[in-house]
C-alpha cells in the first residue's frame, strides 16, 4: 500500500507542500487548517480527511493526550542552540508543542531565515491541567517566555539544510468594496470613541487573513487613530504599514505571512521591528482567556451570513470546505467586540452573501456583534432576533436581494416563532443557485 500520513500543523504550510502531498495521496487526514487549492478539492472528494478545528485546541488535544502521540515532528527553525534549544523562523504556530511530545524530530535548518531572527519569540508553555497557572499576559507587549524551544536532543533523528523563503503572500490591492467596508468600520470606531465607550488607541486588534482583512487595516493608516496595538494570529502586510505609519505601537501574533515586497522591507530592516512585534506559540496567541481579558477587537471573514446574525466562514452552498475556521472562532467567541465582514453580493451579483439561513453555521448569533458588508453595517448588540433581521436587511444587503429578502422575513414571522424561519424555503436560495446559477429568485 502506498504511504499515508496524518499531517497536523500549526496552521496553513506554504503554497504547494499541501498540495504536492495531496497530489502524490500521501494525506490520508489533515488538521487543523488549510488553504491549498489541490487539498481543498481532494478533502471536497472525500480522498482526505479534513479536522476543521479552532486553532487553539490542537495543541491542547495533544497535551491531553485526546490525539494520537505525533510520531514525527519536522520543525523549520533558523539556528540550534548549543544547549540544544531550537530557534524558530517566521512562525512559531505548534512548534513547541511538537518539540515536547513528537516521539522522533526532524530539523530543517532554513538558511534563508536570518540567525538574528533570533529575539522576537516568547516561548511559553502552560502547565498541564489542573494546576495551570494563570498566563501572566495583560498587554500585547508583554513577554513572559524564552527566546528558543526546549528540545530533547535524543529525539532529533536528522537535521537537513535549506535556503528557501517563505512563500509570499497574495495580497489583493483594495477594491471599491474593500474600502467600503473599511470605511464603514472606522466610522464605527469613530462613532464608539465619540460615546466614550473607546479611546483613540481602541482595543487590541485582530483581523484574519485575506484581502478584506487586509483592507480594514490599511485603512487606519489615514485615520485619527493612534497608539494602536495588536494581539493577532498572524501579522500581514498592513500590519508593517501601520508600524511604519506610526500608527501601531505594538503587535503579537504567532506568525508572518506577507507579500515579496514587504518580506524584504521587514528583514532587511528587521532591528527596525525587533521591538515592536512577538511570535507566540499558537495555544497562547489564541487561548480564549487573553482574548478575553485584553479586550480584543475581532474583525474577521464571513463566506455568508443570515438574517439573524449566524455566520458561515468556511463552507460554500453549505458542504463544500474552502479554508477553515482558523482562529475565527476563538476570537469571535471571547472578543470584546466581534466583527464579522464580507461583500455584499458577488459573482456579477448571482450570489447574495447575506440569506434566510446559513447553509453551515460556524459562528452562532451570540457570537456575533457587528456585520458589515460594502453597502453598510448592522450593530447586533441588545437586539432580538426581530430586531436583528430588520437592521441587517436595512443596513447589509445589496439592492438585489433587499426585497427577496423581507418577503421571505415578513412571511415568517406570519408564521411565528422567537426566529421566525419558513423551513420549506430556508435554503431555497441556495438550492436556486445550485440550479439556476443565481440567488435571484426570478430568474
Not at 101 to 109: P, S, Y
Not at 148 to 163: E, H, Q, R, W
Request: overall charge negative; aromatic content about 6%; charged content about 20%.
Amino acid at each position: 500500500d502506498p504511504l499515508k500520513i496524518t499531517l497536523i500543523t500549526g496552521a496553513s504550510l506554504g503554497h504547494g507542500t499541501d498540495g504536492k502531498l495531496a497530489e502524490a495521496g500521501a494525506l490520508s487526514k489533515r488538521m487543523p487548517f488549510q488553504v491549498d487549492r489541490i487539498l481543498r478539492h481532494k478533502i471536497n472528494a472525500g480522498d482526505v480527511l479534513f479536522i476543521d478545528q479552532h486553532l487553539s485546541e490542537t495543541a491542547e488535544l495533544l497535551h491531553n493526550k485526546n490525539l494520537p502521540q505525533v510520531d514525527i515532528a519536522v520543525l523549520e527553525v533558523a539556528a540550534i542552540e548549543s544547549d540544544g534549544s531550537i530557534v524558530p523562523t517566521t512562525s512559531v504556530g505548534n512548534s513547541a508543542t511538537f518539540a515536547a511530545l513528537a516521539k522522533q524530530v526532524i530539523l530543517e535548518v532554513n538558511t534563508a531565515i536570518p540567525v538574528t531572527i533570533k529575539g522576537i519569540h516568547d516561548i511559553y508553555q502552560a502547565e498541564d491541567y489542573p494546576r495551570r497557572n494563570v498566563i501572566p499576559i495583560v498587554a500585547p507587549e508583554n513577554k513572559i517566555g524564552r527566546k528558543t524551544i526546549p528540545l530533547d536532543a535524543s529525539k532529533v533523528v536528522g537535521i537537513v539544510f535549506t535556503n528557501e523563503l517563505d512563500s509570499p503572500a497574495d495580497i489583493a490591492e483594495p477594491d471599491t468594496k474593500t474600502t467600503a467596508i473599511a470605511k464603514h468600520i472606522l466610522q464605527f470606531f469613530e462613532n464608539e470613541v465619540a460615546l466614550g465607550h473607546l479611546s483613540e488607541s481602541l482595543m487590541p486588534l485582530q483581523a484574519g487573513i485575506g484581502k478584506v482583512a487586509n483592507a480594514v487595516l490599511t485603512g487606519f493608516i489615514h485615520s485619527k487613530f493612534r497608539n494602536l496595538t495588536m494581539f493577532s494570529e498572524v501579522l500581514q502586510d498592513s500590519t508593517f504599514d501601520l508600524i511604519d505609519a506610526g500608527k501601531l505601537d505594538f503587535a503579537s501574533a504567532s506568525s508572518i505571512t506577507v507579500s515579496e515586497e514587504c518580506y524584504s522591507r521587514v528583514f532587511d530592516h528587521l532591528d527596525r521591528y525587533r521591538d515592536k512585534i512577538v511570535l507566540r506559540p499558537q495555544n497562547i496567541s489564541n487561548t480564549p482567556g487573553l482574548i478575553k481579558r485584553l479586550g480584543i477587537i475581532a474583525i474577521n471573514t464571513a463566506i455568508e451570513f443570515d438574517i439573524y446574525g449566524n455566520v458561515n466562514s468556511t463552507h460554500t452552498s453549505g458542504t463544500n470546505i474552502m479554508n477553515g475556521i482558523g482562529g475565527s472562532g476563538d476570537f469571535a467567541r471571547n472578543a470584546y467586540l466581534s466583527i464579522f465582514v464580507t461583500q455584499a453580493a458577488s459573482k456579477g451579483d448571482a450570489i447574495s452573501h447575506i440569506v434566510p439561513m446559513v447553509s453551515h453555521v460556524d459562528h452562532t448569533e451570540h457570537d456575533v456583534d457587528i456585520l458589515v458588508t460594502d453597502y453598510g453595517l448592522a450593530d447586533l448588540r441588545g437586539l432580538a432576533p426581530r430586531e436583528r433581521a430588520k437592521v441587517i436587511i436595512a443596513n447589509c444587503v445589496h439592492p438585489d436581494y433587499k426585497e427577496q429578502l423581507l418577503d421571505y422575513y415578513n412571511r415568517a414571522c406570519e408564521r411565528g416563532g422567537h426566529t421566525p424561519h419558513l423551513l420549506e424555503e430556508a435554503f431555497s436560495w441556495h438550492i436556486n443557485l445550485r440550479e439556476k446559477g443565481t440567488m435571484k429568485k426570478d430568474q
